[in-house]
């Protein structure tokens, strides 16, 4: 059965019937009745959990009250907030790893990556412009990108939708996010003019996700601890950043903004970044599993599972993507994204309202510059709530199979 | 001698002299050459280290691999990233200080009172007003409000300067201070029109820095670890905020800027106020040392000291605070603020240039919206660093009263 496999490689079992399922709530293990509403409108890593509990103490970490008092890092660093340590570790997952390019960067640190990206408008626009800054990504974009250029009514950027549609000669930034969150597609800038600014979010561009076909060498490139280790809760991102003087304007961002960025978190992410490389190189402890290799696995499984219960009805489709050769893994493989980007068939006018009645929250394409038959699911919950999303919409197709194309929100 | 002494108090010796000092660095004592720079220009609270020390392992606190993955600590909270343990020993160390109200309150945690500051503004702006809100702050005002202000260039609100200034009939934002940043005296509002709102940044409202004389029981109040408990590194704050609206506002514009606040950091928070509460309590471990007792001995010497410096000589003053009765030591006492507020005589056109020529680095009254005759210095900094302070102000004040008041930066 679909659940019991990745049950079984996620570490732990869990046992499904129709009266109740089994979850784990800050390690209790709970009742969860089988017709609660299940939140996959986020994407709550919740799902490296289990990795990381079979870990054990290794990865934890001990702060002591005398630690981390002073708001410096390292004065004389340009992110003069910034733990070495964890500079260090960056850069040794990213060289072991092969997606980014980490030689002569700068790298600044930000409390998530959200932090980073708002750091990148401030930095890439100018106080002395006439006129905001253009902030474009190719539909559908992050669903956030909108909100977080406009909430505060800057007069350095404003929002300007659509790459896509952007035909101003005036400078701009575009936002690629790659694989793009929502799609999971490889991404590229689109539009290609000289001056233009990009931002590139490569907060899923590691080995579970997507094949790592190339070293990313942009001038600018956003990661974060919440996609690539699971740990959203600890608030840490880093940009690599090219050019100096951009550095130092984010970090004055992040100077202004927060004053820096926790030790505590940074020193926490800097030994899980670690425990990651470690378990690529089999130096960690014993038992240790490869990190990678035991998301990719777990992410493989979830999306044949997935694609198992869409497959034979023509409500709704998925995404098809290529195999390509992922120089980490060795082999040709293609992309298992963290989000499933769920397309209705158009007679299912408002497809988040439809899956919210069937007790499934996620997130309606509106969101994200398309239409309401899309919708985003996570991929990342914890192993119980995947399995009641698979039961579910296989109810949901089984339904459509009998009734037919007059199916409607029940 | 003074030094001696403070250095007692401290819990560990130092001893200096002419040809070097030690100062401990990262927990390796280092030999500072005497006539090294010292930066007294920020507020680092590098003073609370040796105490944290002395209390040891059990203030240390252990995170797991598996802890704190998710974004949520709360779902059913209105501050949903606030993780409730922080929340308890939050209200339970105001409770036992009695320095601040908190039932019926709404707690909203932030990346240190500095993102919480930016939340205020957010949260008592109106995106649908005519022109951006005034902001405005008595003078001397805490130097980064400007700035904080004005950095993203919104349209939502706009640095209005000295609150003693305004006369707008316009809605606004008066933003008080107390005790002081940087002079280290109570205050309240200056403008009191009906309709205006108010931001109280309660940092140094602790009994360490300043007589406890009421319950605070504003509607907007900061505060912070970074002043409290000496961990400015962790980027913890928290607001308590009555109206309800506010606080959502505020918890809104945490979400949209950092996704919440570390959790790692605020677990963290949560174990040192509540190792500060049981030392008030003598709760704690054997040899425990009553927190605040402690810092109220070190601040009441650290001021004696300086003030034994800067006696006898014409070429700089320093505020004097009214006796107060403190509800929380049960007895009359002055503040003694964690910045010096040093006024130079008229001649001493630029007092920052001044001590910098000194090798003391300061912050200018420039940058509080007063003239170049003050500066602000941290009284927070490690004993060796305020010794060489003392030392060099009284090689200062000697030379002064050797050569009269022609004096002239070296």
Redesign the interface.
């Known amino acids: 059965m679909c659940g019991t496999k990745q049950a079984a490689i996620n570490g732990h079992s869990s046992s499904s019937s129709h009266s109740c399922i089994e979850a784990k709530e800050n390690?209790v293990t709970k009742k969860l009745p089988s017709d609660s509403v299940i939140n996959l409108d986020?994407g709550?890593?919740?799902m490296?959990?289990?990795y990381?509990?079979r870990?054990?103490?290794?990865?934890?970490?001990?702060?002591?009250?005398?630690?981390?008092?002073?708001?410096?890092?390292d004065i004389t660093s340009l992110c003069w907030f910034l733990e070495p340590e964890l500079a260090e570790e960056v850069r040794r997952l990213h060289r072991l790893v092969g997606n980014a390019v980490t030689e002569d960067r700068h790298i600044v640190v930000g409390?998530?990556s959200?932090?980073l990206f708002?750091a990148a408008l401030?930095a890439l626009s100018s106080?002395d412009a006439d006129e905001p800054m253009s902030v474009v990504s190719a539909a559908p974009y992050y669903s956030?990108y909108p909100?977080?250029t406009e909430?505060?009514?800057?007069?350095?950027y404003r929002w300007a939708g659509d790459a896509h549609g952007f035909d101003g000669d005036k400078p701009y930034i575009e936002l690629v996010t790659s694989p793009n969150n929502p799609d999971g597609f490889t991404r590229k800038t689109v539009i290609n003019r000289r001056g233009g600014k990009v931002v590139y979010d490569l907060a899923y561009y590691w080995p579970q996700y997507t094949p790592i076909t190339i070293q990313a060498d942009h001038d600018l490139m956003l990661f974060t601890v919440?996609k690539s280790t699971?740990?959203?809760?600890?608030?840490?991102g880093w940009a690599l950043v090219k050019d100096k003087e951009v550095a130092k304007k984010m970090t004055k961002?992040i100077e202004?903004?927060?004053?820096?960025?926790?030790?505590?978190?940074q020193v926490?992410a800097a030994k899980?970044l670690r425990?990651v490389s470690d378990s690529c190189k089999q130096l960690g402890s014993q038992g240790s599993v490869n990190f990678f290799d035991n998301f990719r696995r777990l992410m493989i499984n979830r999306w044949e599972c997935l694609r198992n219960v869409i497959r034979g009805n023509d409500l709704f489709t998925l995404p098809e993507y290529p195999k390509e050769f992922c120089n980490f893994a060795g082999e040709f493989t293609e992309a298992h994204p963290a989000f499933a980007w769920l397309k209705f068939k158009e007679e299912i006018k408002d497809s988040e309202s439809f899956l919210r009645a069937h007790k499934i929250l996620t997130r309606s394409g509106k969101h994200f510059g398309v239409n309401k038959t899309y919708v985003r699911i996570s991929m990342l919950d914890r192993e119980e709530n995947f399995e009641i999303l698979l039961e579910r919409l296989s109810k949901i197709s089984a339904k459509q199979q009998e009734n037919g194309p007059s199916l409607r929100a029940s």
């Not at 870990?55 to 890092?73: E, H, P």
Request: net charge positive; aromatic share 12%; proline share 3%.
């Open positions: 390690g986020h709550d890593p919740k490296f959990e289990s990381w509990r870990m054990g103490d290794n990865c934890a970490v001990v702060i002591t009250g005398w630690q981390s008092l002073s708001y410096f890092s409390t998530g959200t932090q708002q401030y106080p956030s909100t977080l909430f505060l009514r800057s007069r350095l919440s699971g740990h959203a809760g600890s608030r840490i961002f202004l903004n927060t004053i820096g960025v926790s030790k505590d978190s926490r899980l425990a």
